[in-house]
T-cell receptor, first 112, second 113 residues
């Protein structure tokens, strides 16, 4: 089983739609969770951290379900500019240091 | 904002060459990382460093080495480039603690011919 798993998509949605992605992780000791956005041929950029109580940033809502070990990202009122690959990131402690494990990403296409 | 700068955007090197990829960050971050990204495989950690002169192997260190002589600079070295090292290489930095996300450089697309 991969440490972090995402549905690769693509998710093709019309403008204005609501879309949600899930990401499952295998390490129950993980404590830090993030969503990154990556545009084609660009570097990943931090979209938002994910907090235990859930958090919102404009049209984006992130949630964490520790019991089932998944995080989610909800995008409301999708824009053409939201088209990108969304990467789920989970931390892992190894020998006293932390590193981040990336999912392979979920591709979103917002259609006019 | 933190800025992470990678020295080259595109590189073409020949098999067997020694290749240096440079990364500089300007926010005094302790932690720096080198990843490679390949289609279908996502980002894979090559090496990381949590302090000057310190280095730790990531998940795929074979064929690579690193150097961190100064806090702001983290170099990735391909000792003898091979065609299977053709990839996008991404450097990242992060502050201390577990709650901080990475800031990535813009990447170096390396082609080994």
């Amino acid at each position: 089983r991969k440490e972090v798993e995402q549905d690769p998509g693509p998710f093709n949605v019309p403008e204005g739609a609501t879309v949600a992605f899930n990401c499952t992780y295998s390490n129950s000791a993980s404590q830090s969770f993030f969503w990154y956005r990556q545009d084609c041929r660009k570097e990943p950029k931090l979209l938002m951290s994910v907090y235990s109580s859930g958090n919102e940033d404009g049209r984006f809502t992130a949630q964490l379900n520790r019991a089932s070990q998944y995080i989610s990202l909800l995008i409301r009122d999708s824009k053409l500019s939201d088209s990108a690959t969304y990467l789920c990131v989970v931390n892992k402690e190894t020998s006293g240091t932390y590193k981040y494990i990336f999912g392979t990403g979920t591709r979103l296409k917002v259609l006019a | 904002d933190v800025k992470v700068t990678q020295s080259s955007r595109y590189l073409v090197k020949r098999t067997g060459e020694k290749v240096f990829l440079e990364c500089v960050q300007d926010m005094d971050h302790e932690n720096m990382f080198w990843y490679r990204q390949d289609p279908g495989l996502g980002l894979r950690l090559i090496y990381f460093s949590y302090d000057v002169k310190m280095k730790e192997k990531g998940d795929i260190p074979e064929g690579y080495s690193v150097s961190r002589e100064k806090k702001e600079r983290f170099s990735l070295i391909l000792e003898s480039a091979s065609t299977n090292q053709t990839s996008m290489y991404l450097c990242a930095s992060r502050g201390a603690g577990t709650g901080y996300g990475y800031t990535f450089g813009s990447g170096t697309r390396l082609t080994v011919v």
